[in-house]
């Protein structure tokens, strides 16, 4: 067994998306081949509703799939293909744009102005960047959350962990996504296959991902530490990408810790992207942008 060394600590910095949504970025629009083949991933925790509430009015995708997951609050949503509904604390949706569908999210908080929760972004491989698009949408009472003895909890979104599976199936990048709580002061080791890149998102409490022995790697993007003191753990709103091995270890601090766990299979194909559509190249590229542009982006099912 071998423990995953951790590769970079990254600071999600904050961004202005949609209609000026108040966000913060962990990666994405840049070299994404590290997290491949995830794209992007976005923190839009926020509890002044100024800052969100304009929301994310109607935009099209094409070529990915987009994972949101509420903590508090609800975002309601609609597409071209006539779904509409709302996602609330707990809820996952998952949304695999293929050939193209055009839709919005519009946040909206709880009683206390709260709306918190994540956006991931999925590549898909260039078989399936034009397949037919489809929804995926998942309660929180449907995702099983599994406790083990020292009183860690694992909620199972996609994939399958300790002996369970998330409700999420027939995903291209066959992901794994974990919602983890590690009780304070305990030491867990978590298994993550080989072949997968994999990342964690910190976003409560804190703790320190390393081998048993050995101190955090020192962070080679620049994230407001000095060089000569490196990190001594990952804390809210920190970014944790591991390098090869198949397990992980992560110590939690005094108030705990709990981070998303997130892994996929490269796909290793070339990435040509612009705002919301992603494809392989730049004349697929072109090409999505030309038929946004003539009215001819939406495609009809074969058989319609």
Same mark, same amino acid.
């Given at each position: 067994?071998?423990?995953?060394?951790?590769?970079?600590?990254?600071?999600?910095?904050?961004?202005?998306?949609?209609?000026?949504?108040?966000?913060?970025?962990?990666?994405?629009?840049?070299?994404?081949?590290?997290?491949?083949?995830?794209?992007?991933?976005?923190?839009?925790?926020?509890?002044?509703?100024?800052?969100?509430?304009?929301?994310?009015?109607?935009?099209?995708?094409?070529?990915?799939?987009?994972?949101? &997951? %509420?903590? #508090? *609050?609800?975002?309601?949503?609609?597409?071209?293909? =006539?779904?509409?509904?709302?996602?609330?604390? $707990?809820?996952?949706?998952?949304?695999?744009?293929?050939?193209?569908?055009?839709?919005?999210?519009?946040?909206?908080?709880?009683?206390?102005?709260?709306?918190?929760?994540?956006?991931?972004?999925?590549?898909?491989?260039?078989?399936?960047?034009?397949?037919?698009?489809?929804?995926?949408?998942?309660?929180?009472?449907?995702?099983?959350?599994?406790?083990?003895?020292?009183?860690?909890?694992?909620?199972?979104?996609?994939?399958?962990?300790?002996?369970?599976?998330?409700?999420?199936?027939?995903?291209?990048?066959?992901?794994?996504?974990?919602?983890?709580?590690?009780?304070?002061?305990?030491?867990?080791?978590?298994?993550?296959?080989?072949?997968?890149?994999?990342?964690? &998102? %910190?976003? #409560? *409490?804190?703790?320190?991902?390393?081998?048993?022995? =050995?101190?955090?790697?020192?962070?080679?993007? $620049?994230?407001?530490?000095?060089?000569?003191?490196?990190?001594?753990?990952?804390?809210?709103?920190?970014?944790?990408?591991?390098?090869?091995?198949?397990?992980?270890?992560?110590?939690?601090?005094?108030?705990?810790?709990?981070?998303?766990?997130?892994?996929?299979?490269?796909?290793?194909?070339?990435?040509?992207?612009?705002?919301?559509?992603?494809?392989?190249?730049?004349?697929?590229?072109?090409?999505?942008?030309?038929?946004?542009?003539?009215?001819?982006?939406?495609?009809?099912?074969?058989?319609?």
């Amino acid at each position: 067994m071998s423990i995953r060394p951790v590769k970079r600590l990254i600071k999600s910095k904050p961004t202005l998306e949609g209609a000026g949504v108040h966000l913060r970025r962990a990666f994405g629009f840049g070299n994404t081949s590290d997290f491949d083949p995830f794209l992007l991933f976005d923190d839009f925790r926020n509890d002044v509703p100024d800052d969100y509430l304009a929301g994310f009015p109607w935009h099209p995708h094409r070529g990915i799939e987009t994972i949101t &997951y %509420v903590l #508090a *609050g609800t975002v309601d949503h609609g597409d071209s293909m =006539g779904n509409q509904g709302t996602i609330a604390a $707990g809820d996952v949706q998952w949304m695999t744009a293929g050939r193209g569908i055009i839709h919005q999210e519009m946040p909206k908080g709880d009683q206390s102005g709260r709306m918190h929760g994540f956006q991931l972004w999925a590549n898909l491989p260039s078989s399936l960047k034009m397949m037919e698009p489809r929804y995926q949408e998942v309660k929180a009472a449907e995702i099983p959350l599994v406790t083990d003895d020292d009183g860690t909890g694992v909620r199972i979104v996609c994939g399958s962990f300790w002996g369970k599976s998330g409700p999420v199936d027939g995903i291209a990048a066959d992901p794994m996504y974990l919602d983890v709580s590690v009780p304070p002061g305990k030491r867990k080791v978590l298994p993550v296959e080989t072949t997968r890149h994999a990342f964690a &998102y %910190v976003f #409560a *409490g804190d703790g320190k991902f390393c081998n048993a022995s =050995g101190p955090l790697a020192v962070p080679t993007e $620049g994230v407001g530490w000095a060089d000569t003191a490196p990190p001594s753990d990952a804390g809210n709103r920190s970014l944790v990408l591991f390098d090869q091995g198949d397990e992980l270890t992560v110590q939690a601090g005094e108030e705990g810790i709990r981070f998303l766990l997130v892994s996929g299979k490269p796909l290793e194909e070339p990435v040509a992207w612009y705002g919301p559509i992603v494809m392989n190249t730049q004349d697929q590229l072109r090409q999505a942008f030309t038929e946004l542009e003539q009215g001819t982006f939406l495609k009809q099912a074969v058989g319609d």
